[in-house]
């Protein structure tokens, strides 16, 4: 049997940009990709703490260091400038791999910068 489980989870990040006419996704500063380990066009779903929206959509690169933050597209709509958002991606495990895996748990500053990486 497989399990869902949580594979890493981007915590608390403040949504920089918002642009309805750009073809979709959410940008993502390649540090916090790498720190969390998600690569672009991966699924990610995401949850607005301001709001209670949950989303699936895909990550792209973010200009690296920058702390950025875009939803694009209909994602657009789900958030607001400021909003605080998980960003998380899971995996399927057997029971096995589940017993002893750890999810990477990326935190952040005011300013969405690697603050901790829980592992």
Known sequence: MQRIMLRSKIHRVAVTQCDLHYEGSCGIDENL?????????????????NNGERFSTYAIKG??????????????????????LIIATFAPMSDAESETYVPKIVFVDESNQLAALKT
Request: net charge negative; charged share 35%.
């Open 33 to 49: 990709l790498d720190a969390a380990d998600i690569r672009e066009f991966e699924k990610i779903d995401i949850w607005n703490i």
């Open 63 to 84: 200009k690296r260091g920058s702390g950025e933050i875009s939803l694009n597209g209909a994602a657009s709509r789900k958030a607001h400038l400021g909003d605080l």
